[in-house]
Every structure is written in C-alpha cells, then in structure tokens.
C-alpha cells in the first residue's frame, strides 16, 4: 500500500522555524515528483512548493520564496520553514506523483499524505 506521512508541525513563535517531514512507505520517492501544500479551515489547498524526480529545480510559491526549502534524503522529503509568519499557520500536506517533472497544483498529485499541523503564534 502506497502511503505518505507528514510529520514535524507544531507551535513556533513568529520569527522561528519548523521542518517537515514527508515519509513514503510502500514505494521510492526517488521516482516521484513531491508537492507541499497547505489549507486554512474554510479554503483550498494553497501550493507551497514542489520539487521534480529528475533533479531539476525546486519550485516555490511567492508567498514562501526565500523562507521555506524543499530537500530531499533517501525515501524522505523535507519542508525547511524559516521566518515563519501567523499567516504560514495551516495544515501541510504531502503528495506525490510518478513524473519527472513537478507542479505546484493540487490536480497533478495522486498520493496525499493526512497532514500536519503548523502554528505561528506568539
């Protein structure tokens, strides 16, 4: 069975950082594009960020560019949060597809992790 799992939310103070975690199980994330993405009770999904199969670039919201990372460890990818604002509060998901490229769009995934939850709060 072919699963993602989120892990690493919480409670930060504005300012501070937090890093997610994406874990597949079930099937190598080496072959999957991977997505991060984020929704506030009562909204969408809001594309945060996304990194290809093949090594090329990562891509970024505006929202998130030059505050968030994505980086990838063997069967594992991360989601390096700095300079977390309230508005960066939401529950984050992963999601994959099998592409080489990737997509900051909710349509191109077809595994969805259950989600973590981060809060910026003072």
């Known amino acids: 069975q072919l699963q993602l799992v989120e892990s690493g939310g919480g409670l930060v103070q504005p300012g501070g950082s937090l890093r997610l975690s994406c874990s597949a199980s079930?099937?190598?994330?080496?072959?999957?594009?991977v997505g991060w993405f984020r929704q506030v009770p009562g909204k969408g999904h809001e594309g945060v960020g996304c990194t290809p199969s093949n090594g090329g670039d990562t891509k970024y919201a505006d929202s998130v560019k030059g505050r968030f990372a994505i980086s990838r460890d063997k069967n594992t990818v991360y989601l390096q949060m700095n300079s977390l604002k309230p508005d960066d509060t939401a529950v984050y998901y992963c999601?994959?597809?099998?592409?080489?490229?990737?997509?900051?769009?909710?349509?191109?995934?077809?595994?969805w992790g259950q989600g973590t939850q981060v809060t910026v709060s003072s």
């Open positions: 999601a994959a597809v099998r592409l080489l490229f990737c997509r900051i769009d909710t349509t191109s995934y077809d595994y």
């Open positions: 079930g099937f190598t994330l080496n072959d999957y594009a």
